[in-house]
């Protein structure tokens, strides 16, 4: 089945590929999910996997997107092939054959999903994130990988399925995303050799641009003028952090969903070699915070520390308490990290 493959894959990776098609091709029914509230890599990871699995295992299997919320794509991601077959969690009532999870280290975070990965006959995980509470068989985990678009790019080429241009364009917003334009650390000669590889396949990297980076609507920008405002620097210009308050989205119209790519401005301050955005969610008395590093800084121990997770890079975390709690709580372990390692070289 596998075919020569312009990437390199690794023994122990090209057994996990193996064995995940084993499944596909015993299982007559497929469910697909990614975590809570999905970004790009989520939502392009698994509708790129739903396609793969359909060119290659497609007849006489029903092969099913489900969201681990009860709420629509997040706006930013409506525009990929496929973003309207996503099926919500809580309205699947099948008890499927084979339940694949991506782009997620733990259950915990399938919320709605959980329940129908747990009735699924057998259950496989294709992940970059480090596990803590491996689950799945296999649960493949390669956390060099800089993004689970990545992988599911190779598994394509594995299972050689000949790539479409909506399966590139899904899989291009994934490593695009998740490298931040290829920008963050993880941006490797990987992310770049597979980026190639799907431009080369029909992804127009202009109009996932477009849609991701360019396409913001008018009160998001306002939210953003807000936010950009708050900026503070601490720890001697080695920490940026901002925030944003329900009010603040009531003010300026901004969605709850458009809000995750706001860490990126407070990142973006020169010096900074770590960055905090918090951001009071929907449900009274939750805040949702994001982290975002530079240089040799790990912000995922202090996701992890705060009931998240994530990369070295990029994390997140949800924590009960009021906006000045929570920074009370992640500030010092975000001083910590940041103390123990040396400066990036960012003037001040």
């Not at 000669?189 to 991701?212: I, T």
């Not at 980076?213 to 008018?218: G, I, P, V």
């Amino acid at each position: 089945m596998a075919m020569a493959c312009p990437v390199a894959i690794g023994e122990a990776q090209r057994r996990d590929f193996a064995s995940i098609a084993a499944l596909v091709e015993g299982a007559r029914t497929i469910v697909l999910c990614a975590h809570t509230r999905p970004d790009g890599d989520a939502v392009g990871s698994v509708l790129a996997m739903a396609e793969v699995v359909r060119a290659r295992w497609g007849e006489g299997r029903e092969v099913t997107c489900l969201l681990a919320d009860d709420g629509p794509v997040p706006s930013t991601y409506r525009f990929l092939p496929g973003s309207d077959t996503f099926v919500a969690a809580s309205a699947y009532r099948g008890d499927p054959d084979l339940f694949i999870a991506l782009d997620l280290p733990t259950p915990s975070r399938l919320n709605h999903a959980r329940a129908v990965m747990e009735r699924s006959r057998a259950v496989a995980v294709i992940d970059h994130h480090p596990a803590d509470e491996p689950f799945g068989t296999p649960h493949l985990t390669r956390t060099e990988a800089a993004a689970t678009g990545v992988l599911v790019t190779e598994f394509a080429l594995f299972a050689g399925v000949e790539l479409t241009p909506a399966m590139a364009n899904d899989l291009f917003c994934a490593v695009q995303t998740d490298t931040g334009r290829f920008q963050y650390q993880n941006a490797d000669p990987e992310a770049f050799k597979v980026a190639s590889l799907l431009v080369d396949a029909g992804a127009d990297p202009s109009w996932v641009s477009l849609n991701v980076y360019q396409s913001f609507r008018l009160p998001y920008l306002h939210l953003e003028s807000i936010v950009m405002g708050r900026i503070v620097t601490l720890d001697c210009g080695r920490i940026a952090y901002s925030y944003a308050t329900r009010a603040d989205l009531a003010h300026t119209g901004a969605e709850d969903d458009e809000c995750d790519g706001l860490i990126d401005s407070v990142r973006s301050i020169r010096g900074a070699e770590a960055a905090l955005f918090l951001k009071e969610s929907p449900t009274p008395g939750v805040v949702r915070g994001n982290l975002r590093a530079k240089g040799d800084v790990d912000v995922s121990a202090v996701a992890r520390a705060m009931g998240g997770g994530g990369h070295r890079a990029a994390a997140g975390f949800s924590a009960d308490g009021t906006i000045d709690d929570v920074f009370a709580q992640v500030f010092p372990l975000l001083r910590e990290v940041v103390s123990g390692c040396p400066p990036c070289g960012g003037a001040r």
